[in-house]
């Protein structure tokens, strides 16, 4: 294969169209880093279908294929079936997708696969909202943020989705960031591994400056403050029961740090700060009765 000297190192090639400061594509870089060449992709329509190109060309190195937003579990499962049966079951078989296609309307078929144990990897890319049709509140978007959908901010709770997953007991289950590279790397890694005995689902948070609202080159910090105010904490589950931090934080900062780097937060006042704070400290106080 002829390699131009600008051709980017990894699987994905330079010149791929995410917005400026976009926490998936360094998310996707990293994925396909870890996974390899001998790795087959399913995307639905979202952002990450800028993965796929456009019309004859494409920025990504392996192949792979873009379905619907309904079921690309159920599309992963298919073609990592076909293989098993030509005997090339080593091939893995990766579903990037983003949180409305995995939390509302592709639940129903990762929930399938996850039962039946196919021997997929599934990544969901979390920007908390439908980013690519205009900003639509999903069941990931946070208490309180601006959507174009929720002008006054969402009145309701984002779903526990990694708790819906664990609760079907599959080997391998983790929550990441873009912010903290090293532990993502390892849980790609491990959930690489987990594939060989049935499903590995990662959840991956990655900032949006064009739906949340903050400086493009403040995504990393906007990633950091989330874990470290606790809204985003980092840990993994074994089988559905062992759980592990895999990023203690020892001094928790204010989630008001966080939110103030986002514009979708600007119509909060000081009683609803306050409010989702004791919200996230709740919740983190219930995760934390789990942790090993
Ligand atoms: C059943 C169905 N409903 C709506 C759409 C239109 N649509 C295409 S991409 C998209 C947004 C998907 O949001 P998400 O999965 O969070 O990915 P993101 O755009 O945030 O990357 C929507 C609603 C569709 N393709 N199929
Ligand atoms: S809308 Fe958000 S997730 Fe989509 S490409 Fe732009 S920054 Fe990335
Ligand atoms: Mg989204």
């Given at each position: 294969m002829l390699t131009m000297?600008?051709?980017?190192?990894?699987?994905i090639a330079n010149?791929?169209?995410?917005?400026?400061?976009?926490?998936l594509e360094l998310a996707a870089r990293i994925i396909l880093d870890v996974l390899g060449p001998n790795t087959v992709m399913v995307i639905p329509p979202g952002c990450a279908a800028l993965l796929s190109g456009f019309g004859n060309e494409t920025v990504t190195k392996i192949p792979g294929f873009q379905g619907n937003l309904e079921n690309t579990a159920a599309y992963a499962a298919g073609i990592k079936a076909g293989f098993e049966m030509q005997g090339r079951g080593d091939i893995q078989v990766l579903g990037l997708a983003g949180d409305g296609a995995t939390v509302d309307i592709g639940l129903q078929s990762l929930s399938g696969a996850l039962e039946r144990g196919d021997k997929i990897l599934y990544i969901c890319y979390d920007n908390?909202?439908?980013?690519?049709?205009?900003i639509q509140s999903s069941g990931s978007t946070p208490l309180s943020a601006w959507t174009t959908t929720t002008p006054?901010?969402?009145?309701v709770y984002r779903k526990d989705m990694v708790g819906i997953v664990a609760a079907h007991k599959i080997p391998y289950v983790a929550t990441a960031s873009v912010g903290y590279v090293d532990d993502f790397r390892k849980k790609v890694e491990k959930a690489k591994a987990a594939t060989a005995v049935g499903p590995a689902y990662l959840h991956v948070h990655i900032p949006c400056p064009t739906g949340w609202g903050n400086k493009p080159a403040q995504s990393i910090e906007v990633a950091k403050l989330a874990v470290q105010s606790l809204c985003w904490p980092l840990y993994e589950i074994i089988n559905g029961e062992e759980y592990k931090l895999t990023v203690p934080v020892a001094k928790p900062k204010p989630v008001a740090d966080y939110l103030?780097?986002?514009?979708?937060?600007?119509?909060?006042n000081a009683q609803r700060t306050e409010e989702l704070q004791a919200a996230v400290e709740k919740e983190h106080a219930h995760l934390m009765k789990k942790m090993l």
């Open positions: 000297k600008s051709e980017a190192k990894g699987l010149g791929v169209s995410f917005c400026a400061g976009c926490g908390e909202a439908y980013m690519n049709t205009g006054g901010g969402k009145p103030k780097l986002q514009k979708r937060f600007a119509g909060m």
